[in-house]
């Protein structure tokens, strides 16, 4: 099975700052990755796919990048309701879609 | 817009068979894929299958034995069933639309909490 590993797990930082969380995968996935937004006590919101791919309606201050192991989902100007948990997703292998543990996000 | 809407109970007794229907409004239920997810309270996603509108299938290997899901496109719902259920799957189970490209999870119902438990 493809491991996916985020880091950090969790991070603070303030409204306007840019944030950066890392997706690994255990073997290559080409741009089979996608972010997905959960606020507390709601459902997952696709934000981006095919690693950079912004899913429409999502503010353009989230952006992926990356190919093969290493992704990367940046917010540029963290807002107020960017407070959530952060999840990638990767595709590459259809019966094993599988998730990373999370990123919380926390405003100071 | 589409909207996906879970239902089925919130009670399950151990060794019992987990059952919930999501139905789809706003739109057809034909040609796309469709999903179950599941989140154990404070935990991460667990993708559980999907089935495509004509009634294929693709499991979850390490839940490939005990589920089923199945698509019915008169009344625009397609289910899940989990067998032989224990605590391990109280769970927040979501319905979800998948777009086949990259197989993203692009549209999520609310989620419904199931809890075994005798």
């Known amino acids: 099975d493809i491991q996916m590993t985020q880091s950090p797990s969790s991070l603070s930082a303030s409204v306007g700052d840019r944030v950066t969380i890392t997706c690994r995968a255990s073997q290559s996935i080409n741009k089979y990755l996608n972010w997905y937004q959960q606020e507390p006590g709601k459902a997952p919101k696709l934000l981006i796919y095919?690693?950079?791919s912004l899913q429409s309606g999502v503010p353009s201050r989230f952006s992926g990048s990356g190919s093969g192991t290493d992704f990367t989902l940046t917010i540029s100007g963290l807002q107020a309701e960017d407070s959530a948990t952060y999840y990638c997703q990767q595709s590459y292998i259809t019966p094993r879609l599988s998730f990373g543990g999370g990123t919380k996000v926390e405003i100071k | 817009q589409v909207q996906l809407q879970e239902s089925g109970p919130g009670l399950v007794k151990p060794s019992e068979t987990l059952s919930l229907t999501c139905t789809v409004s706003?739109?057809?239920?034909?040609?796309?894929?469709w999903s179950w997810i599941r989140q154990i309270p404070g935990k991460g996603l667990e993708w559980i299958g999907f089935?495509?509108?004509?009634?294929?299938?693709n499991y979850n290997p390490s839940l490939k034995s005990r589920v089923t899901i199945s698509v019915d496109t008169s009344k625009n719902q397609f289910s899940l069933e989990l067998s032989s259920v224990t605590a391990a799957d109280t769970a927040v189970y979501y319905c979800s639309k998948v777009t086949s490209g990259y197989w993203q999870f692009d549209l999520w119902g609310r989620g419904t909490l199931v809890t075994v438990s005798s």
């Open positions: 089935i495509y509108y004509s009634g294929s299938t």
């Open positions: 706003g739109g057809s239920i034909s040609r796309y894929y």
């Open positions: 095919a690693a950079s």
